[in-house]
């Protein structure tokens, strides 16, 4: 009987491996359906977790929760609603004021905010008379009710924003002691990212073994690509030795296929299968990138710019604008009327912070270190497109490479 669950369920385990990817948690509450549907299906995929991935499952009355650790830090992998570091400071005071109440407990936010100005004294004094203070707050708060950490009862939390003596009455639900994530050591030497990044070299050669399995697998599995330099070579080394099995479990787990190359390696979905955020997308900005990389593969391949060892290719700021400038000039009449109509500084800053977010490219001080996917992931517009400007170039659609 057993079995034959297991392999009902193997026809599920894509969707559900895929819901706890895409969501910061799945809760009872929120969505009963999904999270027993997801509970079911726990079997397929609790091995993926556990082994290859090295994560931790949270399985409970209330919530399933997928604690997505990555192997190194990147900016898009913060809280999105969050504009500034204080929001961050509200929201960890916000969890320890949660952590002392009751599940079903109700509170006044005036009761919040003075428990805020005693918890962040000495860190980040409160001052709810600033108006930058009242809107970083009712940010958290609005994030707060999107992830089910609490509801409301009475009021509107965007009140708050324009007056400091709003007053709104919420209820805890009791998700806060599942929120942060549980590290299984002792972090309180740890005092900057990289400290925590640091866990994936700790141990003996064995644990070290295990370890570089698990950044793999995490690495391809919520960023864009994994790449390796000539004096890095163990990331390479397991990938080309285990490509057949990488291939096969993320593939029945997200579905899609592992591309490697020689100096880096993709976990590519199906178009039929694509979740979350992906590149390319219909968008101008999408199209705009891969018109620039196709230029810039161009470039880089009649020898214009020099490659690397590890195919990466660095650019000035002033080469960097005058591609963007020839790209813009080019092919700006097929955009949309918002990316024509932007400055070229304002979509040079569009453009980096796109393609840095998909790891195609790294802004430093003296400009741009482009990587391997520049060549991989470019489109351009059909021949016939060179005939047509104006309106009409808008309905023609880009071709992906």
């Given at each position: 009987p057993c079995l034959t669950v297991c392999c009902f369920l193997r026809g599920m385990e894509m969707n559900e491996f895929r819901y706890l990817l895409d969501r910061f948690w799945v809760t009872r509450a929120e969505n009963k359906e999904l999270y027993f549907s997801v509970k079911r299906a726990l079997p397929c995929y609790r091995r993926l977790i556990n082994e290859q991935l090295g994560w931790n499952l949270i399985v409970n009355e209330s919530v399933?929760?997928?604690?997505?650790?990555?192997?190194?830090?990147?900016?898009?992998?913060?809280?999105?609603?969050?504009?500034?570091?204080?929001?961050?400071?509200?929201?960890?005071?916000?969890?320890?004021?949660?952590?002392?109440?009751d599940d079903g407990e109700q509170f006044l936010l005036s009761s919040l905010t003075e428990a805020l100005e005693a918890l962040l004294a000495e860190l980040q004094p409160m001052d709810w008379t600033r108006f930058s203070h009242r809107k970083s707050l009712v940010r958290v708060l609005r994030y707060a009710q999107q992830t089910g950490l609490l509801l409301v009862y009475d009021g509107v939390s965007e009140a708050f924003g324009n007056d400091q003596t709003q007053e709104v009455l919420y209820e805890n639900t009791g998700l806060s002691r599942h929120f942060p994530v549980h590290f299984g050591r002792d972090i309180m030497h740890c005092n900057s990212i990289e400290d925590f990044e640091a866990f994936a070299w700790e141990g003996e050669d064995a644990e070290r073994g295990r370890q570089r399995t698990q950044r793999v697998y995490r690495q391809l599995t919520l960023a864009p690509a994994l790449y390796?330099?000539?004096?890095?070579?163990?990331?390479?080394?397991?990938?080309?030795?285990?490509?057949?099995?990488?291939?096969?479990?993320?593939?029945?787990?997200?579905?899609?296929?592992?591309?490697?190359?020689?100096?880096?390696?993709?976990?590519?979905?199906?178009?039929?299968?694509?979740?979350?955020?992906?590149?390319?997308?219909?968008?101008?900005?999408?199209?705009?990138?891969?018109?620039?990389?196709?230029?810039?593969?161009?470039?880089?391949?009649?020898?214009?710019?020099?490659?690397?060892?590890?195919?990466?290719?660095?650019?000035?700021?002033?080469?960097?604008?005058r591609e963007m400038m020839q790209c813009h000039t080019q092919y700006a009449a097929g955009w949309g009327r918002r990316l024509r109509e932007l400055s070229l500084d304002k979509l040079a800053q569009e453009l980096i912070s796109y393609l840095s977010g998909w790891m195609i490219l790294e802004p430093q001080a003296e400009g741009f270190l482009l990587y391997p996917a520049v060549g991989k992931w470019i489109g351009h517009y059909p021949a016939r497109y060179q005939d047509r400007v104006g309106e009409e170039a808008e309905d023609e659609p880009l071709e992906d490479a």
């Open positions: 399933v929760k997928l604690e997505k650790v990555p192997p190194k830090a990147m900016s898009w992998m913060g809280i999105q609603e969050f504009q500034e570091s204080l929001d961050y400071c509200l929201l960890c005071g916000t969890l320890l004021f949660l952590s002392d109440l390796w330099s000539e004096q890095d070579h163990s990331d390479y080394d397991y990938v080309k030795n285990q490509r057949a099995w990488l291939n096969r479990y993320l593939g029945e787990a997200m579905g899609g296929e592992l591309h490697v190359h020689k100096n880096g390696a993709f976990f590519v979905l199906d178009a039929e299968h694509r979740f979350g955020a992906v590149h390319p997308r219909d968008s101008a900005i999408s199209d705009a990138a891969l018109l620039l990389c196709a230029q810039l593969r161009d470039q880089i391949t009649a020898g214009i710019y020099p490659r690397g060892a590890d195919d990466t290719v660095f650019l000035t700021r002033r080469e960097f604008q």
